[in-house]
């Protein structure tokens, strides 16, 4: 018999016993990942990463963010080799994380740093305290189509919310119209990933289940909602009366209406890691 554990929390494998005097694990195979000490140590990395940058001391910032990025990138890959051919099932914090982590070295020296490490710092917890990786992968997601999407998503997504943090330095400093446009360049380019990812997400739900859109996931309505809000902020755009603090304002609460589309349809129930 193969017994998997959760994949949130290290395991003693040694002594442990039912109360009975037996070994709990007597007979079985038992499979550990590292996943949960991965994150866990994701969390103190990035909280030190926050901590040093809060100091002004860039280095040791830098190398916990370089440090942190390696084992997104770690717990990303091992999780989708695990479950490949197929998709693995509610990986999207960790894979926006990973892909927010790349888009805050683009932004290194810039003022929003503190912002976006924040947010990683909340996407560690979030994964560490509420995961929601005990789903087996579906057959059904044996489809290029999927697998386009799921990418394809993560990295719109990672855009949006980059894109919001960064609005939020330009629009608390009353930033210029510029400023603003460099911002939007970011949303039009999510846009489009994430334009990308809901008609091949329709492919493959067609295939699958015979219908375009499945409208009892969560994460489906999520993508559908970003997609108007997103498609909306880009036509208002060229409105020539449209003021760049109302767009940066417009920006910011995207960000947040992202950061809340992204969270909540991941989040599985507490479990304390000790």
Known sequence: MVKVLPVCYPVLLSGRSDGDGEDFYSGDIVIHFSSGTLTFFLVIIYAGSVVFTLLALPRPAFCCMISGLFCNFYLFAERYHNAWPMLPMHLGLVGVSFALAITTLFFWQKKERIVLLSLLFLFALVTLFFPKDFYLPLLRSISPWAHLFFV??????ALFVAAGARAVVVW????SAPAINAVTGMVACGYV????????????SYLGWGTPIVWQDAAITALIALWFYWGCFLHLHYLRGWRPVTRGAFMVFGGFFTLL???IP???PFRWIL
């Open 152 to 157: 394809a998503g993560i990295c719109a997504r």
């Open 172 to 175: 608390w400093q009353r930033g």
């Open 193 to 204: 990933l994430l334009t990308i990812s809901m008609f091949s997400g329709e492919v493959w």
């Open 261 to 263: 589309c992204t969270v």
């Open 266 to 268: 991941d989040m599985g």
